[in-house]
């Protein structure tokens, strides 16, 4: 079973950047469309970008519109791990950013989460 963990949130000020990580154990992320979800407080969890396989080795990407232009998703097989690159951060993006593993024929895997706080 695919464990996910992420790291790399924090508190930041408007304008600040940021990286989040998440990092897989119990399988190879290789095969696997991965994601960033955020969720803010009494709002749902929302889509934030994605990378997934269309060949032996292309990957793409898909990004919400609200963060396009400011954050990059990317991935690194060899060490398993995920990460999205946030860059001139605003307040609306505060919020818990999960990490999600998806699969054909598999269950989808989720993280713990990671806070990330823009003041203002």
């Known amino acids: 079973q695919v464990q996910l963990v992420e790291s790399g949130g924090g508190l930041v000020q408007t304008g600040g950047s940021l990286r989040l990580s998440c990092t897989a154990s119990?399988?190879?992320?290789?095969?696997?469309?991965m994601g960033w979800f955020r969720q803010a407080p009494e709002k749902e969890r929302e889509f934030v970008a994605t990378?997934?396989?269309?060949?032996?080795?292309?990957?793409?990407?898909d990004y919400a519109d609200s963060v396009k232009g400011r954050f990059t998703i990317s991935r690194d097989n060899a060490k398993n791990t995920v990460y999205l690159q946030m860059n001139n951060l605003k307040p609306e993006d505060t919020a818990v950013y999960y990490c999600?593993?998806?699969?054909?024929?598999?269950?989808?895997?989720w993280g713990q989460g990671t806070q990330v706080t823009v003041s203002s």
């Open positions: 999600r593993a998806a699969r054909s024929g598999s269950p989808d895997y």
């Open positions: 990378t997934r396989r269309i060949s032996r080795v292309t990957y793409i990407t």
């Open positions: 119990g399988g190879t992320l290789t095969d696997f469309s």
